[in-house]
Every structure is written in C-alpha cells, then in structure tokens.
C-alpha cells in the first residue's frame, strides 16, 4: 500500500482544514486507516483510526470533538476534517495503514509521506 497525503497548510487558530491520503492497491478497503503526527521537538503521536468499514473510529483525547477521520473506499481515500484549530496542533501529519485498528494506533505497517499543517496563534 502506497500512501499520498495532501491538504496541509497555514490557518488560524480556530479554523479548520481537511487532509486527504490517497493509497494505492487493490486492497485499500480491506485496511484499517489512521493519522499520526508529528510536532517540532516532540515524539510522533497517534491522532485517529478508522475501521476497514468506517463504522468505527478512535481518536487521541485531545483532538475528540474537534477532529473526524472518514474514508472513502470507492475513492481509496481517507481523510481527516479538523476544525477548531489550536496552535498546539501544528505538526507533520502522517497518513497510516495497518491491518487493524489495533496495529494502527500502535504499530502500521505503512507510511505516508508528510503534510504540514500550521496554525498561527
């Protein structure tokens, strides 16, 4: 599975943004997807998951109610809606596939390439 992360930017705090991954593959739907990111200085962190099906999701606390990840299996596509940006959400987002919600949030077996995302205070 190849992954293709798009949509990061500059926005102000309390905007919102959309970030899309595309992956590669027959096989997308069959894969647990998710977003992990990465802040200046800190260690990566798991921010959603979602479910081969999308019927479920699992989110970092500090992003619950302000983020939704959703995917698209038509379209091989997931993405993750952020609204209600804050500064201390600025990092590289990372677009990850794993063969369930499990090995996402701890261990995926596949990497997107980076999208940054800023938001000014």
């Known amino acids: 599975v190849q992954l293709q992360a798009s949509g990061g930017g500059l926005v102000q705090a309390g905007g919102s943004l959309r970030l899309s991954c595309a992956a590669s593959?027959?096989?997308?739907?069959?894969?647990?997807m998710g977003w992990y990111r990465q802040a200046p200085g800190k260690e990566r962190e798991f921010v959603a998951a979602?479910?081969?099906?999308?019927?479920?999701?699992y989110y970092e606390d500090s992003v619950k109610g302000r983020f939704t990840i959703s995917r698209d299996n038509a379209k091989n596509t997931v993405y993750l809606q952020m609204n209600s940006l804050k500064p201390e959400d600025t990092a590289v987002y990372y677009c990850?596939?794993?063969?369930?919600?499990?090995?996402?949030?701890?261990?995926?077996?596949?990497w997107g390439q980076g999208t940054l995302v800023t938001v000014s205070s």
């Open positions: 990850v596939a794993g063969r369930s919600t499990g090995a996402v949030k701890t261990t995926p077996a596949y």
């Open positions: 979602i479910i081969w099906s999308g019927s479920s999701t």
């Open positions: 593959g027959r096989t997308f739907s069959s894969y647990a």
